[in-house]
């Protein structure tokens, strides 16, 4: 099979129950395949075909928009890096002293939702978007016409501008704020760390309308730093648990549907039974197609011989959270054409895509 080509999907109100399937989606574009097709020698589990998709090209395209590293010297990106200056915002507290005036000292004051401060004098200062060194830098400034040689500090005492949100299997989930600096995994210490029934594979990072290519499975079950990226405000971790997570069963069964994987998983024949069964006449049990996310850029595609299984040939196949299993009416061949058809039985399914290209939802372009 060659490259798949790029497809059209989009945001979900939802979306942490569909995060799994998303992913999967999104690793396909400019994917690299290691096909292995044997039809001669059918598997104990009744797999025909598996494709290992990954999509490194696209990882590495998209991820100055996800974060990264290391940013360049002297930027200014809410804290976003190492070394950086933590800026402002509106909810930011802030501690002032204009030593040499009296009266002067240990003023505290609120960044209102305009950036503004109120202090004596000069009333009304403008201080978001700014750091502490500059708002410093401005006050002595301001208060130079007011007293001799003004002696200022500028101290930020609660961080309330940069919000991060942690959804699902966290010890202390909720809204925990960046004070400074802070990558991916300084973010989950925040939250007092996963669960021990945090399913990782399914474990994503939202920032705005797309799911970041982030690997936090890599990250935490195999050390792969280079997938420690710098959080942003507003960005949104979630890490499902593995039975609270769904099977999608779509195609040419009774009842299209998603099934809740529960506490003791769920196989193949299993699901389709759940799902009514596949339609007399109208399913082809020869090429039942199976996508599976492993992280938001690498998965599975994977062909399975349902019919060799009903005939006895063939175990039960089973399945991991967050599976899309597609029964085709017809023999299909390429798998850009069954993904062609998986899409709209999702929306059928929840009306959860609202179609944009997927280059540009990677990339931006």
Same mark, same amino acid.
């Given at each position: 099979?060659? *490259?798949?080509?790029?497809? *059209?999907?989009?945001?979900?109100?939802?979306?942490?129950?569909?995060?799994?399937?998303?992913?999967?989606?999104?690793?396909?574009?400019?994917?690299?395949?290691?096909?292995?097709?044997?039809?001669?020698?059918?598997?104990?589990?009744?797999?025909?075909?598996?494709?290992?998709?990954?999509?490194?090209?696209?990882?590495?395209?998209?991820?100055?928009?996800?974060?990264?590293?290391?940013?360049?010297?002297?930027?200014? $990106?809410?804290?976003?890096?190492?070394?950086?200056?933590?800026?402002?915002?509106?909810?930011?507290?802030?501690?002032?002293?204009?030593?040499?005036?009296?009266?002067?000292? $240990?003023?505290?004051? *609120?960044?209102?939702?305009?950036? %503004?401060?109120?202090?004596?004098?000069?009333?009304?200062?403008?201080?978001?978007?700014?750091?502490?060194?500059?708002?410093?830098?401005?006050?002595?400034?301001?208060?130079?016409?007011? %007293?001799?040689?003004?002696?200022?500090?500028?101290?930020?005492?609660?961080?309330?501008?940069?919000? !991060?949100?942690?959804?699902?299997?966290?010890?202390?989930?909720?809204?925990?704020?960046?004070?400074?600096?802070?990558?991916? /995994?300084?973010?989950?210490?925040?939250?007092?760390?996963?669960?021990?029934?945090?399913?990782?594979?399914?474990?994503?990072?939202?920032?705005?309308?797309?799911?970041?290519?982030?690997?936090?499975?890599?990250? /935490?079950?195999?050390?792969?730093?280079?997938?420690?990226?710098?959080?942003?405000?507003?960005?949104?971790?979630?890490?499902?648990?593995?039975?609270?997570?769904?099977?999608?069963?779509?195609?040419?069964?009774?009842?299209?549907?998603?099934?809740?994987?529960?506490?003791?998983?769920?196989?193949?024949?299993?699901?389709?039974?759940?799902?009514?069964?596949?339609?007399?006449?109208?399913?082809?049990?020869?090429?039942?197609?199976? !996508?599976?996310?492993?992280?938001?850029?690498?998965?599975?595609? !994977?062909?399975?011989?349902?019919?060799?299984m009903l005939a006895g040939r063939?175990?039960?196949?089973?399945?991991?959270?967050?599976?899309?299993?597609?029964?085709?009416?017809?023999?299909?061949?390429?798998?850009?054409?069954? /993904?062609?058809?998986?899409?709209?039985?999702?929306?059928?399914?929840?009306?959860?895509?609202?179609?944009?290209? /997927?280059i540009q939802s990677l990339t931006?372009?």
């Open positions: 099979m060659g *490259r798949v080509l790029p497809l *059209r999907i989009g945001g979900t109100q939802n979306w942490p129950r569909f995060a799994a399937v998303l992913a999967v989606l999104l690793g396909l574009a400019a994917c690299d395949v290691a096909p292995v097709v044997n039809r001669d020698k059918l598997r104990d589990d009744g797999v025909v075909q598996r494709l290992m998709v990954s999509a490194p090209a696209v990882a590495q395209k998209s991820g100055p928009r996800c974060g990264r590293t290391s940013l360049p010297p002297g930027r200014k $990106d809410g804290g976003a890096a190492r070394g950086v200056a933590y800026v402002v915002g509106p909810g930011d507290n802030l501690k002032f002293n204009i030593f040499g005036a009296e009266g002067m000292t $240990d003023l505290t004051a *609120r960044v209102d939702d305009a950036g %503004f401060v109120q202090l004596p004098i000069i009333e009304l200062v403008k201080v978001s978007g700014k750091s502490t060194r500059e708002i410093q830098t401005e006050l002595k400034s301001a208060y130079t016409a007011e %007293f001799i040689d003004p002696w200022v500090t500028v101290e930020l005492i609660e961080a309330e501008s940069a919000p !991060i949100y942690f959804l699902g299997e966290f010890r202390a989930p909720g809204v925990r704020y960046m004070s400074g600096a802070t990558n991916v /995994l300084e973010a989950i210490a925040l939250a007092g760390g996963l669960e021990d029934d945090a399913f990782l594979p399914g474990a994503r990072l939202l920032r705005g309308d797309h799911t970041c290519t982030v690997d936090l499975n890599a990250l /935490l079950r195999n050390g792969d730093f280079n997938q420690n990226i710098w959080i942003k405000p507003h960005d949104v971790i979630f890490a499902p648990r593995k039975e609270d997570m769904s099977v999608f069963v779509l195609g040419a069964v009774a009842s299209p549907q998603s099934v809740p994987f529960g506490t003791d998983g769920r196989t193949l024949l299993q699901v389709l039974s759940l799902a009514g069964g596949a339609m007399p006449g109208q399913s082809y049990l020869r090429e039942v197609r199976v !996508i599976r996310a492993q992280s938001p850029t690498r998965g599975e595609l !994977i062909m399975v011989d349902v019919e060799a063939g175990l039960d196949f089973p399945l991991e959270p967050g599976d899309v299993v597609f029964v085709p009416r017809s023999a299909i061949g390429e798998w850009n054409a069954a /993904l062609a058809q998986v899409l709209p039985s999702l929306q059928v399914l929840g009306g959860i895509l609202t179609p944009i290209t /997927l931006g372009e």
